[in-house]
């Protein structure tokens, strides 16, 4: 049962990440105004992008999970930080995606360098 809810947690992950690491870097309209909201340039959501399209694809490279997932939880804990901070009450999605991440950190935890 465990094996298969990592599975679909990967899944579930991966489709999300890759749609929003996607659309940051593609500048759709809401992404470009999420980040001119935060305040720190465009940069970042190009960073931002590449870091979500990354670590989707590292959680399904054998060996890279923890790392894929680890870099989720960051980046997931800085969208949390920032709905909360600066953009308003809706941080729950980041904070469901954030959880499913560590999830995901904990369950290839042997993979974490020494």
Request: net charge positive; hydrophobic share 60%; charged share 10%.
């Amino acid at each position: 049962m465990q094996k298969y809810l990592v599975i679909a947690s990967r899944i579930l992950v991966s489709v999300a990440f890759l749609a929003a690491g996607l659309a940051k870097l593609a500048g759709v309209e809401m992404m470009v105004g999420t980040f001119e909201a935060i305040g720190v340039g465009q940069w970042f959501r190009y960073v931002t992008g590449l870091i979500e399209v990354g670590s989707a694809i590292l959680l399904w490279i054998p060996g890279l999970q923890f790392i894929g997932a680890g870099l989720l939880v960051c980046t997931m804990i800085g969208a949390v930080l920032a709905h909360l901070l600066l953009l308003g009450p809706s941080a729950l999605p980041a904070l469901v995606l954030g959880l499913l991440s560590a999830y995901l950190a904990w369950n290839f935890r042997d993979q974490r360098p020494v």
